[in-house]
Antibody, heavy 118, light 107 residues
Framework: EVQLLQSGGGLIQPGGSLRLSCAAS????????MSWVRQAPGKGLEWVST????????YYADSVKGRFTISRDNSNDTLFLQMNSLRAEDTAVYHC???????????WGQGTLVTVSS | EIVLTQSPATLSLSPGERATLSCRAS??????LAWYQQKPGQAPRLLIY???NRATGIPARFSGSGSGTDFTLTISSLEPEDFAVYYC?????????FGGGTQVEIK
């Protein structure tokens, strides 16, 4: 059974940094691209970032480019999102997700709430 | 950036009725279109990928069609558990984008 177990998140002041983790199990982690998707309270889904299976290619939404860094540790089956220079508009539930054919997101983590507020 | 426009924003139907949801892309996405279902407090669930392929474990009452810029998700006969928000998503080009969602509510 595919499982994506998220950790990190919480309340952080504007300008602060936070690191999200996503521990994967139940599939060959190193064979799949992985993504982060967020959802602000009461809003729709917003893609944040994707990393290729080997970690050599990364993609970012313009809204986070230069502030967020996606990475992965294939030896420990873990995905990361380093978030710097956080803003109030980054407040959202963040989900990690496994990609299929680098086109769709077939398994999702439970989500972790990031609240940016003073 | 490819913009996905979903319609209607809200669909009010009764159990047993047929639901037809639309997703229109601002430019062709070929068949790189997926559909998701999301219930309150839950992560989204993949229903359809590559426009018309049902994901593992998805009931046959869910079907997807279309290519290019116009796509449809059809629920042939609504079950009580189908009342939720539905999103389309494309990955023809980066950035990956989602539509604004259609809420299917009980009439």
């Amino acid at each position: 059974e595919v499982q994506l177990l998220q950790s990190g998140g919480g309340l952080i002041q504007p300008g602060g940094s936070l690191r999200l983790s996503c521990a994967a199990s139940g599939f060959t982690f190193s064979s799949y691209a992985m993504s982060w998707v967020r959802q602000a309270p009461g809003k729709g889904l917003e893609w944040v970032s994707t990393v290729s299976a080997y970690g050599d290619l990364t993609y970012y939404a313009d809204s986070v480019k230069g502030r967020f860094t996606i990475s992965r540790d294939n030896s420990n089956d873990t995905l990361f999102l380093q978030m710097n220079s956080l803003r109030a508009e980054d407040t959202a539930v963040y989900h990690c997700a496994k990609m299929v054919s680098v086109a769709a997101l077939d398994h999702w983590g439970q989500g972790t709430l990031v609240t940016v507020s003073s | 950036e490819i913009v996905l426009t979903q319609s209607p924003a809200t669909l009010s139907l009764s159990p047993g009725e047929r639901a037809t949801l639309s997703c229109r892309a601002s430019q062709s996405v070929s068949s790189y279109l997926a559909w998701y279902q999301q219930k309150p407090g839950q992560a989204p669930r993949l229903l359809i990928y590559h426009a018309s392929n049902r994901a593992t474990g998805i009931p046959a009452r869910f079907s997807g069609s279309g290519s290019g810029t116009d796509f449809t998700l059809t629920i042939s006969s609504l079950e009580p558990e189908d009342f939720a928000v539905y999103y389309c998503q494309q990955r023809s080009n980066w950035p990956l984008t989602f539509g604004g969602g259609t809420q299917v509510e009980i009439k």
